[in-house]
């Protein structure tokens, strides 16, 4: 990329983050405001350019805005420690391993729910089903009268649903 400055358009097309997104990331101070021509627009330069693409990259893997903020702050010090970044990345693929699990008992349940449903109730009325009753039972942790995998009994953790919920309400 040259010298030249950049629209928002422009800025927004070549690092394919949408323009609401750039503002809000200028909104938050994750960007730096952008110089102002005569005519209103803004104009972003080479390095807002690449703290765009970074800040993107971030937000890929996963990152949330508040460690986000911090990588940006270590990128654009590049005299700080890597082990600071290393340990950054070393929470977020723990926090990845953590949901992968969730997913895996998730899978497991929904597994079972269809297993459960095609061996006992497949073909019939839906008041007959056995994952609409096993849904509509709040805290079950049966799937066709058989406890879910992964919870032996009721005293074991929540079910994989309860989990998976509690994962989208936290934004992950």
């Not at 030249?4 to 927004?12: F, K, P, W």
């Not at 909104?27 to 102002?36: A, D, N, S, T, V």
């Not at 849904?135 to 929540?158: D, F, H, M, N, V």
Request: net charge neutral.
């Amino acid at each position: 990329m040259s010298q030249q400055r950049l629209t928002i358009g422009a800025l927004s097309a070549q690092t394919g983050s949408n323009v609401p997104t750039i503002r809000y990331y200028e909104q938050i101070g994750l960007l730096p405001k952008p110089e102002r021509a005569d005519n209103g627009h803004r104009y972003y330069r080479e390095a807002d350019f690449k703290r765009l693409a970074f800040i993107k990259r971030c937000r890929e893997f996963g990152f949330p805005i508040e460690q986000v903020k911090s990588l940006v702050s270590l990128f654009e010090d590049g005299d700080q420690a890597c082990a600071e970044v290393r340990d950054m990345a070393q929470v977020q693929l723990d926090a990845v391993r953590m949901k992968l699990e969730s997913l895996r008992q998730l899978e497991a349940s929904l597994a079972a729910f269809v297993e459960s449903c095609t061996e006992q109730c497949s073909g019939g009325a839906t008041r007959d089903c056995v994952i609409i009753e096993d849904l509509s039972e709040p805290g079950s942790k049966r799937i066709g009268g058989r406890p879910a995998p992964g919870c032996g009994g009721p005293a074991e953790a929540a079910p994989a649903a309860n989990i998976i919920a509690t994962e989208l309400k936290r934004g992950r």
